[in-house]
């Protein structure tokens, strides 16, 4: 038996919400590949969603009120329009917590997914 790739088991999870927050995790799923093409999805930690470029960029975890973007350097990276909303008083991560209903600026988490793997880039060169 062969284990199901990170992609597979992501489509999975998205499928078994079956609610707003499927539809939101396949959405910033899109956004993200829209915004760093050749981004690498990982499943980890017991089934959580991540995606890659030298390093981690992002998280994409679901709860029951939220679907959470935690961005693994998101206290180095500019955030001009606010999109961080949650995991503010850490010194690495910041997180964006969308809630049913919510409308995310595409633009704005476009360049915020851009700049977390610039970021990657640049620290793997370092």
Same mark, same amino acid.
């Given at each position: 038996?062969?284990?199901?790739?990170?992609?597979?088991?992501?489509?999975?999870?998205?499928?078994? @919400? /079956? #609610?707003?927050? !499927?539809?939101?995790?396949?959405?910033?799923?899109?956004?993200?590949?829209? &915004?760093?093409?050749?981004? %690498?999805?990982?499943?980890?930690?017991?089934?959580?969603?991540?995606?890659?470029?030298?390093?981690?960029?992002?998280?994409?975890?679901?709860?029951?009120?939220?679907?959470?973007?935690?961005?693994?350097?998101?206290?180095? @990276? /500019? #955030?001009?329009? !606010?999109?961080?909303?949650?995991?503010?008083?850490?010194?690495?991560?910041? &997180?964006?917590?969308?809630? %049913?209903?919510?409308?995310?600026?595409?633009?704005?988490?476009?360049?915020?997914?851009?700049?977390?793997?610039?970021?990657?880039?640049?620290?793997?060169?370092?």
């Amino acid at each position: 038996m062969t284990e199901a790739s990170p992609s597979a088991l992501i489509d999975q999870r998205i499928s078994d @919400l /079956a #609610d707003w927050r !499927g539809e939101t995790l396949a959405r910033v799923r899109q956004l993200i590949h829209e &915004a760093v093409p050749d981004v %690498e999805e990982m499943w980890k930690w017991r089934g959580v969603p991540v995606w890659e470029k030298a390093g981690i960029i992002c998280t994409g975890e679901s709860y029951k009120a939220v679907v959470k973007l935690t961005f693994a350097h998101g206290a180095a @990276l /500019a #955030d001009p329009t !606010g999109l961080f909303n949650s995991s503010l008083e850490g010194n690495v991560r910041r &997180a964006i917590d969308i809630r %049913e209903g919510e409308e995310v600026d595409e633009a704005a988490l476009k360049a915020l997914v851009r700049e977390a793997a610039s970021y990657n880039t640049a620290k793997e060169k370092r």
